[in-house]
């Protein structure tokens, strides 16, 4: 399930500048983009469990 948009991907190009590895082919620098999304998705929702269960603990801890 991918949630980021299509217009916010880095295209081939910046990939190949960035990986600075010619020995590359497209479909492997798609492949390498595509690991790096899906592994930002998860520290991104890791994240977010982490900020929810801070506010929970902060609240929690609140004097009534």
Avoid: C, H
């Amino acid at each position: 399930k991918r949630r980021y948009f299509v217009n916010a991907m880095l295209s081939i190009n910046r990939v190949k500048e960035l990986l600075n590895d010619p020995s590359l082919s497209d479909k492997e620098i798609e492949e390498i983009r595509d690991g790096f999304y899906q592994l930002s998705e998860i520290i991104f929702e890791q994240w977010q469990a982490e900020r929810i269960k801070a506010k929970k603990a902060e609240t929690d801890n609140k004097p009534v």
